[in-house]
């Protein structure tokens, strides 16, 4: 959707004057009388026309201004999420790699902090009680 205050190169601040003056003085430029071979004039007067009557009348006006206000925030919400999205992603995949990179350089043995020797067996295996060593109550 274009901005009807930039076809008309009025500021969204401009009064109703404003706007018929510039409505008046880009059609007399762009009028197809005027312009009889040129289809870019013409295109350009129906858009000075969509333009003049959204903006000319001031409830229609207040509702383009409210769209328009909609339209800032619904695109600003998507680019936060698209950001937030890409963040998100690159935060998992980074995870993900390191933990690849991880498994990869220990040959898929778990780290360990007590050394080189971590799969051995302790030396002074503790045997399960025998049958008949336990007190009996």
Do not use: C
């Not at 901005?3 to 009064?15: C, H, I, Q, R, T």
């Not at 109703?16 to 071979?37: G, R, S, W, Y």
């Not at 201004?65 to 909609?70: A, E, F, Q, R, T």
């Not at 999420?81 to 778990?110: C, E, H, K, N, P």
Request: proline content about 4%; charged content about 25%; hydrophobic content about 40%.
């Amino acid at each position: 959707m274009r901005n009807f205050y930039d076809v008309l190169g009025v500021d969204p601040g401009a009064d109703d004057e404003q706007i018929k003056d510039a409505f008046h003085t880009l059609a007399k430029v762009f009028h197809p009388d005027l312009n009889k071979a040129d289809a870019n004039a013409e295109r350009r007067f129906r858009e000075l026309r969509e333009a003049y009557s959204m903006l000319w009348d001031p409830r229609t006006r207040a509702a383009y201004d409210l769209g328009l206000v909609h339209q800032r925030k619904s695109a600003r919400r998507r680019v936060g999420t698209a950001a937030m999205m890409g963040f998100t992603t690159s935060m998992l995949s980074t995870i993900v790699i390191s933990l690849v990179m991880v498994w990869l350089l220990t040959d898929g043995r778990q780290a360990s902090v007590i050394g080189e020797n971590a799969y051995a067996q302790p030396q002074d295996a503790v045997s399960a009680p025998q049958e008949g060593s336990l007190p009996h109550r």
